[in-house]
């Protein structure tokens, strides 16, 4: 398995507080991505990174921003979290996909994060 | 909006017996990917296949790509309970520089024992 590792793996937290969720990688893969998941919705991306300061947003950005500022750790912050991000949240990791995106992402094992 | 939907949803079978698992997607592709997911855990991986390909296999994995329909299906043969799992494909939205991947909202797979 590709070494992430994403911390807290679960969190219940009030309406308003700040939120960050960390993502730790070991394959010095370039590539990091935030997903969040949710029933009906399947996968959708937050942000990605490909490289380190180096950030885009994804398909659901508001309300979240996210920080790299080394290779291996992504981090991914609610700054005043509301009940609709009550979700399971993923990273994942990949090597540069190319101009064909032949590279296969690796998830980690997911954030449960409960909004009160 | 998601660029793969699955179908089926749901998908419940007796073991020994195929499954099959359709993705359609809206965009020009360079590959797809299918990806399993067990209970509580991240993406595992499966199988890739380029564009310019139309069938590809990997162990009791068999894929196959129709890009003129925008469709890809997978058959997982002689399954076995643990193959229980929800299954995603994923696209890269035809390569547009941004390397985002794009996932559907999965097939969930349940094999009886």
């Known amino acids: 398995d590709a070494g992430i590792t994403q911390s807290p793996r679960h969190k219940v937290t009030e309406t308003g507080t700040p939120v960050t969720l960390r993502c730790h990688q070991t394959?010095?893969?370039?590539?990091m991505y935030w997903y969040r998941q949710d029933p009906g919705h399947g996968l959708r991306l937050i942000h990605y990174?490909?490289?380190?300061?180096?950030?885009d947003k994804g398909e659901v950005s508001d309300g979240y921003s996210v920080s790299r500022s080394k290779t291996e750790d992504f981090l991914l912050t609610l700054e005043s979290a509301t009940s609709s991000q009550t979700s399971v949240y993923f990273c994942?990791?990949?090597?540069?996909?190319?101009?064909?995106?032949?590279?296969?992402?690796?998830f980690g094992d997911g954030t449960r994060l409960s909004i009160l | 909006s998601q660029q793969g939907e699955e179908d089926p949803q749901a998908l419940s079978i007796q073991e020994g017996e195929n499954a099959t698992m359709n993705c359609s997607y809206k965009?020009?592709?360079?590959?797809l990917q299918w990806y399993r997911q067990n209970s509580g855990r991240g993406l595992v991986h499966l199988i890739l296949?380029?564009?310019?390909?139309r069938e590809k296999h990997s162990g009791r994995l068999r894929v196959t790509l129709d890009t003129s329909k925008k469709s890809s299906s997978l058959l997982i043969t002689a399954s076995r309970a643990a193959d229980t799992a929800s299954y995603f494909c994923?696209?890269?939205?035809?390569?547009?520089?941004?390397?985002?991947?794009?996932f559907g909202t999965g097939t969930r797979l349940k094999v009886l024992a």
């Open positions: 994942a990791i990949s090597e540069f996909p190319g101009q064909v995106f032949n590279q296969p992402q690796h």
């Open positions: 394959e010095n893969h370039r590539y």
């Open positions: 990174s490909y490289g380190v300061k180096d950030t």
């Open positions: 965009t020009s592709i360079n590959n």
């Open positions: 296949i380029r564009s310019n390909e």
């Open positions: 994923a696209t890269d939205g035809g390569g547009s520089g941004t390397y985002k991947y794009i």
